[in-house]
């Protein structure tokens, strides 16, 4: 499950930053995740939770934010998001191109925010 090693570097980002600015209890971090990187939710939160108490960090929240898929259409340049979930079948609604097209957002997977005092 790689949401635990994402939890695990979550983590270390969180503590570098606080480190930075003098802060020693985390409340809250929120994490921006494209639909693309496969993170499930709950597995995430629980990697956290998991990694939080290993770390010795408490009541700290993990706030995610999905991001959704948008791709530009390899033959006319429409921009959309594909009504299915499967990246080998998006029909583009301008001209019905299927493939070939370019991944705008749906892959990121970054810190958003970080709240400590
Ligand atoms: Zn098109």
């Known amino acids: 499950m790689h949401e ?9 980002i969180v503590k570098e ?11 809250m971090v929120r994490v921006r995740y494209g639909r693309l990187t496969n ?7 629980m990697g956290f939770e998991a990694t ?3 770390a010795g960090i408490k009541d700290a929240r993990l706030e995610l934010e999905e991001v959704p ?11 959309f998001t594909p009504e ?9 609604p301008r001209c019905g191109r299927e493939f070939a097209h370019e991944v705008l ?13």
Request: with cysteine; aromatic share 4%.
């Open 4 to 12: 635990m090693s994402i939890a695990a570097s979550l983590i270390d």
């Open 17 to 27: 930053e606080m480190a930075k600015h003098g802060a020693t209890r985390l409340l």
């Open 39 to 45: 993170i499930v939710p709950e597995a995430l939160q």
């Open 52 to 54: 939080c108490l290993e």
């Open 69 to 79: 898929l948008t791709v530009a259409c390899g033959g006319c340049g429409e921009t």
């Open 84 to 92: 299915h979930e499967d990246i080998l079948y998006m029909p583009c």
């Open 105 to 117: 957002t749906g892959r990121e997977l970054f810190v958003d925010h970080i709240e400590a005092e």
